[in-house]
């Protein structure tokens, strides 16, 4: 079974400074995809970035950005110019071509005025 | 656009009871899944379905089931519910293979 690894449990970071959260996890597939999720203390997920493992340029959405290095299996993500707003638990999944998703234990992130 | 639909929002039930979580999606899509929120451990799946008349087992599926008789609802059912199961709910749907879980608002559940 694929399992995900969010080796930071709790992070901080200056509002309007860049953080990147860490990300690993373990398949033997060949063909599959990573999401970031995040989820403000209303307990809404909400997705925050998609990637599709068969390709190799690491995908973006404003201020996110990711660093997907398929053959070390580590999935992280960056946050530039952090709000106030990006204050929440960031959880990164792992997804099978079953649509079986996995989920890492998630990252508190705090962002500080 | 409703989206995902998780009703109730909160339940208290005493060990013992039975209860069924509601989920209904109105996006036509095919895969829809139930996971459960413990502080520390992320969110674990317990059931999923690929399609109507289908459903399988997630990582924690053991005092759970789960029937989908159509496309657009996946109930959870707890036939005997332990303090253990006291925890945040949520049901997710997905249009395809490899597209983005939507998730509903979720149901916290505790057991006394």
């Known amino acids: 079974a694929q399992t995900v690894t969010q080796s930071q449990p709790e992070m901080s970071v200056q509002e309007a400074e860049t953080v990147t959260l860490s990300c690993t996890y373990d398949?033997?597939?060949?063909?599959?995809?990573l999401f970031w999720y995040k989820q403000p203390p209303s307990r809404q997920m909400i997705l925050v970035i998609r990637?599709?493992?068969?390709?190799?340029q690491n995908a973006t959405e404003n201020r996110f950005s990711v660093n997907f290095q398929k053959a070390a299996k580590s999935f992280s993500l960056k946050i530039s110019d952090s709000q106030l707003g990006d204050t929440a638990m960031y959880f990164c999944a792992f997804m099978s071509e079953v649509n079986d998703m996995r989920f890492g234990a998630g990252t508190r992130l705090t962002v500080k005025p | 656009n409703a989206g995902v639909t998780q009703t109730p929002k909160f339940q208290v039930l005493k060990t013992g009871q039975s209860m069924t979580l509601q989920c209904a999606q109105d996006?036509?899509?095919?895969?829809m899944s139930w996971y459960r929120q413990d502080p520390g451990m992320g969110l674990r799946l317990i059931h999923y379905s690929v399609g109507a008349g289908i459903t399988d087992q997630g990582e924690v599926p053991n005092g759970y089931n789960v029937s989908r008789s159509t496309t657009e609802d996946f109930p959870l059912r707890l036939l005997s519910a332990a303090p253990s199961q006291t925890s945040v709910y949520f049901c997710?749907?997905?249009?395809?293979?490899?597209?983005?879980?939507?998730f509903g608002n979720g149901t916290r559940l505790t057991v006394t």
């Open positions: 997710a749907s997905s249009y395809s293979s490899g597209s983005p879980l939507h």
């Open positions: 996006m036509n899509h095919e895969y």
């Open positions: 990637q599709e493992a068969y390709k190799q």
């Open positions: 398949t033997s597939e060949n063909n599959y995809y």
